[in-house]
Structures are given as structure tokens and as C-alpha cells.
Nanobody, 117 residues
Framework: QVQLVQSGAELRNPGASVKVSCKAS????????IDWVRQAPGKGLEWVSG????????YYADSVKGRFTISKDNAANTLYLQMNSLKPEDTAKYYC??????????WGQGTQVTVSS
């Protein structure tokens, strides 16, 4: 069965960096696009970033462009999100989600990232 297992919660000061991961299993990792989506407290889901199946094309929301980097290690079936220059407004639960056509069909369990001094 398809599983997306994410790394644990993180707490950082503003301006710091963190890298979160999402390990995939149960399907061919190189056959699907995969994305990061976040949900801040009391708010709806916000798309953050995406990467194509081979890893050669990446996409970012304007709110994180230049600060966040998405990458994938196809040999390890693992997706990453490197987050630099963190701001308090980046505080959210971050989810990896497999993209199937125009929808997300499988989701990770979420990683809480808290940015606070």
C-alpha cells in the first residue's frame, strides 16, 4: 500500500533553517509528481511547492520562492523541503502529497514546523 511517512516536528527561531523529509513506499516513486502543502493554524490548505517525477522541474508558491527548496532522492524514495530564512508566518503543519493528474491522492501524516522566538 502507498505510504508517505514524514519526519518529526521542528521548532526554529526566525531566520533559521530546517529540512523536512517525506519517505515514500508502496509505489514507483519516479512515476509521480509530488508536492508540499501546508496548513497554518486556523487557516486553509496552502500549496507550497512541487517537483516532477524525475526531479528536474520544481515549482514554488510566491510566498516561499527564493527561501524554500524542494528536492527528491529517487534512490532513497525520499522527498525533501529545505526551508531557509524562516518567518513566523511559515508556522504550519506541512504535508507531502502525491499528485495524480490534477488531484492529490495520498498524503503524509504532516510535520509541524513552528517558527518562534
Amino acid at each position: 500500500q502507498v505510504q508517505l511517512v514524514q519526519s518529526g516536528a521542528e521548532l526554529r527561531n526566525p531566520g533559521a533553517s530546517v529540512k523536512v523529509s517525506c519517505k515514500a513506499s508502496g509505489y514507483t516513486f519516479t512515476s509521480y509528481y509530488i508536492d508540499w502543502v501546508r496548513q497554518a493554524p486556523g487557516k486553509g490548505l496552502e500549496w507550497v511547492s512541487g517537483i516532477n517525477s524525475g526531479g528536474g522541474s520544481t515549482y514554488y508558491a510566491d510566498s516561499v520562492k527564493g527561501r524554500f527548496t524542494i528536492s527528491k532522492d529517487n534512490a532513497a524514495n525520499t522527498l525533501y523541503l529545505q526551508m531557509n530564512s524562516l518567518k513566523p508566518e511559515d508556522t504550519a503543519k506541512y504535508y507531502c502529497a502525491r499528485r495524480a493528474y490534477e488531484e492529490f491522492d495520498y498524503w503524509g501524516q504532516g510535520t509541524q514546523v513552528t517558527v518562534s522566538s
